[in-house]
């Protein structure tokens, strides 16, 4: 059994061409996770925004955590009700107050809650082209705080959460941002470039390799198997069954 969360970045910088891409991504993994597992995968979308010159971040929740793909596949764009500039260590802590039941006006959608399994493995996809810490994009806390990671580590730490970023940074060269990307990403993976220095990492400083990707916010097939096949590991031996019995599928080895 697995608990997944797609934390999709809705600001100004990400344009629909790239919006698109992180779409077709979440809808191929739900595609190959969902079906093959019979129920016992289970995910939701939650977007993250700003509103400008603000930093007041704000998520939305398309749904509470579901086993029907077709409910998970069937997001929207948010940016209107959002904001146009992105906080994502920010608002992964409201993430967690809704994993928690906790009440917080900044969770603006109609649904309230993330009603997690007790027990069950968390692994959260983060999609996003922020800086890595700028005026109005971000994706750690500002400069000067002791630990610049400490929304993602508590993720892992506290929550037992597994983190697959797909970081296409929105202008070429911010190197950094990818570093940044690459130390929020869980151990595993094909990743073995450079990463940012993250002394409180659960899962140790610098260790490699990192499910992190930025070549595009388009997953291949082969990419979606390998997550796949190491999400696959957190779960139940049933899951592992039905998902490498997926993987034996070559239309999603390309």
């Keep these: 059994e697995v608990d997944v969360i797609f934390y999709v970045d809705n600001s100004g910088s990400v344009d629909n061409t790239e919006f698109d891409g992180m779409s077709t991504s979440i809808r191929n993994v739900v595609d ?21 010159e603000s930093w007041e971040s704000n998520i939305y929740l398309e749904s509470d955590f579901t086993d029907d793909p077709a409910v998970v596949k069937g997001f929207a764009r948010r940016t209107g009700d959002l904001g146009i500039e992105d906080y994502a260590a920010e608002s992964l802590i409201l993430v967690g107050d809704a994993l928690d039941g906790v009440a917080n006006p900044h969770i603006i ?13 968390l692994v959260v996809f983060f999609f996003t082209d922020a800086g890595r810490q700028w005026w109005g994009t971000s994706v750690v806390l500002p400069a000067g705080a ?25 202008a070429p060269g911010q190197n950094e941002t990818v570093h940044a990307a690459a130390a929020i990403a869980s151990v595993g993976g094909d990743y073995t470039g450079a990463i940012d220095p993250n002394p409180y990492d659960p899962e140790g400083d610098g260790v490699l390799p990192r499910w992190n990707f930025s070549a595009s916010f388009v997953l291949s097939g082969n990419e979606i198997q390998r997550i796949a096949e190491g999400i696959c590991h957190l779960g139940k031996p049933v899951l592992s069954t039905t998902l490498m019995a997926r993987s034996s599928d070559a239309t999603w080895r390309t």
């Design 32 to 52: 190959y996770l969902m079906p093959a597992a019979g129920g016992i995968v289970r995910a939701a979308v939650v977007h993250y925004g700003s509103p400008a």
């Design 109 to 121: 959608s109609p649904q309230k809650r993330l009603t997690r399994r007790p027990g069950v493995p």
């Design 146 to 170: 002791p630990d610049v990671f400490q929304p993602w580590n508590d993720f892992k730490s506290k929550r037992g959460a597994k983190f697959v970023s797909v970081l296409v940074p929105w």
